[in-house]
Nanobody, 124 residues
Framework: QVQLVESGGGLVQAGGSLRLSCAAS????????MGWFRQAPGKEREFVAV????????SYADSVKGRFTISRDNAKNTVYLQMNSLKLEDTAVYYC?????????????????WGQGTQVTVSS
C-alpha cells in the first residue's frame, strides 16, 4: 500500500512554469513506476509522463514533450513534474500514480495507486 500526495499546483500565466511534487509513503517507493496524468473538465484522464523505478526510462505525451520533465528522488520518496512554457490547454487537475510493476505504461488502468490531484490553471 502506498499513499500519494501531490502539491505545487496553482494559477500561472501562459508561458510560465510550475513544478509539481508527489510525495509517497512507504518503503517500496523505489520499486514503483510513477506516472503523471491530468484531467480537464469534461474530458477523460490522459497520460502526461512516466518514469521507471530507477529513473532510467521516461516517456511523455506528445502534447508536453519538450516542455515538461519528469524526475524522481527515491531517497525522498518523491516524483516531480517540471512544467515550462505552459499553455492554456495545460489547465487540468494533475494526478500522480504508482504502478507496482516495473513496466513503463501510459494507460491509467495500469496504475494501482493515485493521489488526490492538484489543480493547475493557466491564464492568458
Amino acid at each position: 500500500q502506498v499513499q500519494l500526495v501531490e502539491s505545487g499546483g496553482g494559477l500561472v500565466q501562459a508561458g510560465g512554469s510550475l513544478r509539481l511534487s508527489c510525495a509517497a509513503s512507504g518503503r517500496t517507493f523505489r520499486q514503483y513506476t510513477m506516472g503523471w496524468f491530468r484531467q480537464a473538465p469534461g474530458k477523460e484522464r490522459e497520460f502526461v509522463a512516466v518514469i521507471s523505478w530507477n529513473g532510467g526510462s521516461t516517456s511523455y505525451a506528445d502534447s508536453v514533450k519538450g516542455r515538461f520533465t519528469i524526475s524522481r528522488d527515491n531517497a525522498k520518496n518523491t516524483v516531480y513534474l517540471q512544467m515550462n512554457s505552459l499553455k492554456l490547454e495545460d489547465t487540468a487537475v494533475y494526478y500522480c500514480a504508482a504502478d507496482q510493476t516495473f513496466a513503463v505504461r501510459i494507460t491509467p488502468t495500469a496504475y494501482d495507486y493515485w493521489g488526490q490531484g492538484t489543480q493547475v490553471t493557466v491564464s492568458s
